[in-house]
C-alpha cells in the first residue's frame, strides 16, 4: 500500500431500528447521546429521527478505512443496544411507519421544510458518501466530469434499497428514486471549471432552489467544508467492508480522472437526459440486470459496465496498491449479488423480518460490537 496516497473519508448514514418490531424508529437523539463518549464527532445526527451517521477521519489506506468504518459501526450500535435499540444498513426502512418522516428541529429544518414542503415527508434514506482528498478546485470540477459518467454503475454496484415501509418496490436502489426528484440532485452539470460551478451554483440560489450551499445534492460536488472531491451516489452498503472497497474505487476513478486532467482532458459531455434513463435503469435493475451505455444509449449487462469502471479506475487503484483488492471483491459482488439482491434472498426465507434481522447481523461486525460494548 502507498503510504503516500491520497486521503479518502466516509460517512455512512444509519436507521435506528427496534429489533422487537424491527420497525425504524425516531430514537436518534439518545442513541447519539450514548454514542457521544465513544466517538465524539465522528457521530452525528440527520435531518430526520430515524438517522444517525458514522464519519471517519481522513485515510490513506483501505485498511485504515476499514477499521475506523469498522468501529464506527461497532460503537454505534453498541450504543443503541444499551437503549434495546439497534443500528441498520440499508437504504431505505424495511419496516415501519416513517411517512412522514420525523424531521429534527431548528432554523435551518424550518427553512428546508418551508422550501421544499412534501419533498421531506420521505426522507428517511441512508447513503454513503466517499470524500477523496483534492483541494485545488478547478481540478476536482474537471475531475467530476470524467466521473460523472460512471455514477449509474456505481448506483447498480451498491444498490440496496428495495423495500419501502413494509413494500417491495421492484426497484434494486428505491433510494435512487427518491433523493432525485430534489430539484439539486442527481449527476451534476457538465462544468468547464470551478468559476463556471460557482457562478451556476449563484443562479440556484437566486432561483430558490437551495437553502443553503449545504443543499447542493448532487452526486458529485467539491465539498462546501472540506478540501476533498465528494461522491454521494452510493446507497449504504450491508457491511464496512463494502463500505471500504466502493470508496478505494471511488479514490481510484478520482486518481485516474486527474491524470488526464493534467493532460488537458476536460472529460466527456454525455446527455443530462440520457445520464437520467441510465440513472433510472440502474436503479430499477441493480447490479444483476442491464445498465445503460450512456455514450451509445445501448442495454448492456451491469456486470459488464462494472468491469468497464473497474478498466476506467485500475491505473488509480494500482497507484494506490488497492488493484487486486478492489477487483477481488467486485468478482464477489457479482457472484453474490448486489445488496439487494441478498436482501430479496432474505426475505424468501424469512419474510421481511427477516430481511431486518438480516441486515442487522451484518451492519456491525459481532467480534467489534462485543469490543466496543466492553470498552
Known amino acids: 500500500m502507498n503510504s503516500d496516497g491520497r486521503r479518502i473519508g466516509v460517512e455512512e448514514e444509519f436507521l435506528v431500528v427496534d429489533p422487537v418490531t424491527r420497525c425504524a424508529v425516531p430514537q436518534a437523539e439518545a442513541v447519539l447521546r450514548r454514542a457521544a463518549d465513544r466517538l465524539g464527532p465522528q457521530a452525528g445526527g440527520e435531518i430526520t429521527k430515524l438517522q444517525v451517521e458514522s464519519r471517519t477521519l481522513p485515510c490513506r489506506t483501505v485498511t485504515d478505512l476499514y477499521g475506523q468504518l469498522a468501529r464506527g459501526r461497532a460503537a454505534l450500535d453498541a450504543a443503541a443496544t444499551e437503549e434495546g435499540l439497534r443500528i441498520m444498513a440499508s437504504g431505505t426502512p424495511v419496516l415501519g411507519d416513517v411517512v412522514p418522516s420525523p424531521m429534527t428541529e431548528g432554523p435551518r429544518q424550518d427553512l428546508g421544510n418551508a422550501t421544499f414542503r412534501g419533498l421531506h415527508d420521505e426522507l428517511s434514506i441512508c447513503a454513503l458518501h466517499v470524500h477523496v482528498e483534492l483541494p485545488e478546485r478547478d481540478r476536482a470540477v474537471l475531475a467530476g466530469n470524467h466521473l460523472r459518467p460512471y455514477l449509474p454503475t456505481l448506483i447498480a454496484l451498491t444498490a440496496n434499497s428495495p423495500y419501502w415501509s413494509r413494500k417491495d418496490t421492484g426497484y434494486a436502489s428505491w433510494r435512487t428514486l427518491v433523493w432525485n426528484r430534489w430539484p439539486v440532485a442527481g449527476p451534476p452539470p457538465y462544468f468547464t471549471s470551478a468559476e463556471h460551478y460557482d457562478t451556476f451554483v449563484a443562479t440556484l440560489?437566486?432561483?430558490?432552489?437551495?437553502?443553503?450551499?449545504?443543499?447542493?445534492?448532487?452526486?458529485?460536488?467539491?465539498?462546501?467544508?472540506?478540501p476533498t472531491l465528494e461522491v454521494r451516489a452510493a446507497d449504504v452498503p450491508t457491511t464496512a467492508e463494502e463500505s471500504a472497497m466502493v470508496a478505494a474505487l471511488v479514490r481510484g476513478l478520482v486518481t485516474a480522472s486527474l491524470t488526464l486532467v493534467d493532460r488537458g482532458d476536460t472529460g466527456p459531455v454525455v446527455s443530462a437526459e440520457l445520464m437520467r434513463v441510465a440513472y433510472w435503469r440502474a436503479a430499477r435493475d441493480g447490479l444483476g440486470g442491464y445498465g445503460v451505455d450512456v455514450h451509445t444509449g445501448r442495454a448492456v449487462p451491469a456486470a459488464e459496465l462494472a468491469v468497464r469502471m473497474l478498466d476506467a479506475a485500475a491505473p488509480g487503484l494500482e497507484e494506490h496498491g488497492d488493484l487486486d483488492l478492489v477487483g477481488g471483491w467486485l468478482k464477489r459482488l457479482v457472484g453474490e449479488g448486489d445488496g439487494a439482491t441478498r436482501q430479496r434472498r432474505a426475505a424468501e426465507e424469512g419474510g421481511l423480518a427477516g430481511v431486518v434481522d438480516h441486515l442487522l447481523s451484518r451492519t456491525a461486525p459481532p467480534a467489534l460490537q462485543e469490543e466496543s460494548t466492553s470498552a
Do not use: C, M, N
Request: hydrophobic share 45%.
Open 205 to 226: 440560489q437566486e432561483a430558490g432552489a437551495l437553502v443553503d450551499v449545504g443543499t447542493i445534492f448532487w452526486d458529485i460536488r467539491p465539498s462546501a467544508h472540506q
